[in-house]
């Protein structure tokens, strides 16, 4: 089925730095999700998206939801070894339920 | 949001078997999803789990091979058929609650096939 591109495919970094990953689409969407996934569990909501230009915070999470309305984007500040996880996008056009996800972003955290 | 118990956590399965996956709710929803995650991969689409009716699943599923049940708005159910190795995933159900345009999942069930 289609997925969202997302960049970069994994990368390490060290505790304290700054992270910053994005989701593309060829299609327009409403709605964009950012879910992380630890080891052995279901991917958990971590910041929802509904509109154009919208930037939305939690925590240490910042996403906003590209102009274009067909990329997102997510920056974790200040990184812990606890952000290690898999970071997937999602995202849905008007006039369907189901939501695309994207190819994940790895993030390993070296403290 | 809802919470999700999702049946075995994991199993190892021999070749040929079964596997029934168990997702209940602690809250009545309308939308239920199952999906499949592919060791390393994305999550995929198998299919609208709908209460009272046939599912309706994505291309590339066929009821004969993943028949999902939901006699109720809080519990469903995924079949894993005639297994064989590259049924090997992780297995999760998911649900959209009313007024909330996001999917919570449940833990998943990772399904080794030996």
């Known amino acids: 089925g289609q997925q969202l591109n997302q960049s970069p495919q994994s990368m390490f970094i060290q505790e304290g730095e700054d992270v910053s990953m994005n989701c593309t689409s060829s299609s327009i969407f409403n709605t964009w999700l950012w879910y992380k996934q630890d080891p052995g569990e279901g991917p958990v909501l971590l910041i929802a998206l509904y509109k154009a230009g919208e930037l939305t915070s939690n925590g240490r999470l910042t996403a906003q939801f590209g102009i274009t309305r067909k990329d997102s984007f997510l920056n974790i500040s200040a990184s812990i070894p ?3 996880g898999i970071y997937f996008c999602a995202g849905r056009t008007s006039g369907t339920y189901k939501y695309i ?6 993030l390993k955290v070296l403290a | 949001s809802a919470v999700i118990s999702q049946k075995p956590s994991r199993d ?5 078997t079964s596997l029934t996956i168990q997702c209940q709710v602690d ?3 309308t939308m239920m999803f ?3 995650q592919q060791p390393g991969q994305s999550l995929t689409l198998i299919a609208t789990a709908n209460q009272g009716s046939e599912a309706t699943y994505e291309s590339g599923f066929v ?3 993943f028949p999902i049940s939901r006699p109720n708005l809080t519990f469903s159910t995924l079949t894993v058929s005639n297994m064989s190795p590259e049924d090997s995933s992780i297995y999760l159900c998911s649900v959209e609650e009313k007024g909330q345009a996001s999917y919570t999942f ?3 069930t990772r399904l080794t096939v030996v």
């Open chain 1, 82 to 84: 606890s952000d290690v």
């Open chain 1, 101 to 106: 996800f994207g190819t994940g972003t790895r």
């Open chain 2, 12 to 16: 190892i399965c021999q070749r040929g």
């Open chain 2, 27 to 29: 809250s009545q929803v």
């Open chain 2, 34 to 36: 199952w999906y499949r």
């Open chain 2, 63 to 65: 009821i004969d091979k």
């Open chain 2, 106 to 108: 449940g833990s998943g």
